[in-house]
């Protein structure tokens, strides 16, 4: 699902960035020419994410002669001690390769499972579980990605595939119907219209101006399940803002479409993945 040339470009700057000429304890200790064999290991439970990617890291700095047997693949659910690869190479590539490797795979694979768990909480509602572009500076196509991985959908990548409208674009462009109506003189007709909105008196207005999705903004349980009813189905609804574990449920149970959660990709905490020399 990825392009490789980017995926290409992430590790080679990655690495980059760790070995800047030399590795100076690898390449002094470890004979050119020695090999070995080592394993990725779970350490937790959870949703795996990225063993390509990972895999990909040993094969750039070693192009020729390493090899890869691979036990579990992208959406497998780990158990801790599972293994999930072996891998043979020579001992240098495998000792510079794996901080980069395992920095992606464990990321990744954390917003694999916390997006898992988050879909597994509203599971029997009509709601999905997005994400949002609050992502790391250059990793937004591997973390949604992963979020992908994990059941979840993906929100807009940028802001070149939707025009979403925020409170400052509505503040700055003179309210609701003035600003949805300047956007619709200009915008094809293949790109849709997303509004946030903080009241039910704002919902009117959007569904009045003719939006195709209104984010329903910071609002309760109750106000949302008002703005469910008064919708009725004229445009897709997504509730955001200070999402939780402990909300999800109730939020879903409102009759929301979509419930995007920020903290997939912003703030998610790294799967414990290790890669061990196994001879």
């Known amino acids: 699902m990825i392009n490789s040339i980017y995926i290409d470009n992430i590790i080679k700057t990655a690495l980059l960035e760790d070995i800047n000429y030399l590795d100076c304890a690898t390449d002094y200790l470890i004979d050119e020419e020695q090999e070995n064999t080592a394993r990725f290991?779970?350490?937790?439970?959870?949703?795996?994410?990225?063993?390509?990617?990972?895999?990909?890291?040993?094969?750039?700095?070693?192009?020729?002669?390493?090899?890869?047997?691979?036990?579990?693949?992208?959406?497998?659910?780990?158990?801790?001690?599972?293994?999930?690869?072996?891998?043979?190479?020579?001992?240098?590539?495998?000792?510079?390769?794996?901080?980069?490797?395992?920095?992606?795979?464990?990321?990744m694979s954390g917003v694999a499972t916390a997006t898992h768990k988050a879909v597994e909480i509203i599971n029997g509602t009509k709601a999905s579980i997005a994400d949002t572009r609050k992502t790391l500076p250059g990793l937004r196509p591997l973390q949604k990605y992963a979020v992908t991985v994990g059941g979840g959908k993906n929100h807009r990548y940028n802001l070149s595939d939707a025009a979403m409208l925020k409170d400052n674009h509505?503040?700055?462009?003179?309210?609701?119907?003035?600003?949805?109506?300047?956007?619709?003189?200009?915008?094809?007709?293949?790109?849709?219209?997303?509004?946030?909105?903080?009241?039910?008196?704002?919902?009117?207005?959007?569904?009045?101006?003719?939006v195709d999705v209104i984010m329903l903004d910071n609002m309760s349980c109750e106000m949302m399940r008002d703005a469910v009813a008064i919708t009725n189905g004229k445009a897709l609804l997504e509730a955001s803002g200070g999402i939780t574990d402990e909300t999800l449920r109730e939020i879903a149970e409102t009759g929301v479409d979509i419930i995007s959660m920020g903290a997939l990709t912003h703030s998610v905490k790294a799967f414990d993945i290790s890669l061990k020399i196994a001879d």
């Open 170 to 210: 509505v503040d700055a462009g003179g309210g609701i119907a003035n600003a949805v109506g300047k956007l619709k003189e200009k915008l094809g007709h293949m790109t849709k219209v997303e509004l946030e909105v903080r009241n039910l008196d704002e919902l009117g207005q959007a569904l009045e101006a003719g």
């Open 41 to 107: 290991l779970a350490k937790d439970d959870g949703i795996l994410c990225g063993i390509d990617i990972a895999l990909r890291v040993f094969e750039l700095l070693q192009p020729q002669g390493f090899i890869a047997e691979v036990y579990k693949k992208d959406g497998d659910e780990l158990q801790k001690g599972d293994i999930i690869a072996e891998i043979k190479g020579k001992t240098r590539t495998i000792l510079k390769g794996e901080r980069t490797a395992l920095n992606l795979i464990q990321h």
